[in-house]
């Protein structure tokens, strides 16, 4: 009897030990899961930062060469008159 008590508590605990170590990898994969989206979103930052720089500088060459039209214009316009 005391046999088949110990063999269904071995079976319990051999359960509880097999739970437990299931939950801590799903909790490991859950951080490492966690990791990948920060990685992920901090690239697609610094992506668009990128962007946002090469659209600013574009946006500087075109004003600077909007600014350039108008002073040569301005200047014929007086030249002119």
Known sequence: MQAIKDKLHDMN???KA??????EEQAEKDVAKARMDIAHEVRMA???EVEMDMHVKKA???????????AKEN???DANS
């Open 13 to 15: 605990e051999t359960r």
């Open 18 to 23: 097999k739970a437990e170590a299931k939950a």
């Open 46 to 48: 610094k992506e668009a």
């Open 60 to 70: 500087g060459r075109l004003a600077q060469r909007e600014m350039e039209k108008q």
């Open 75 to 77: 200047e014929n316009a």
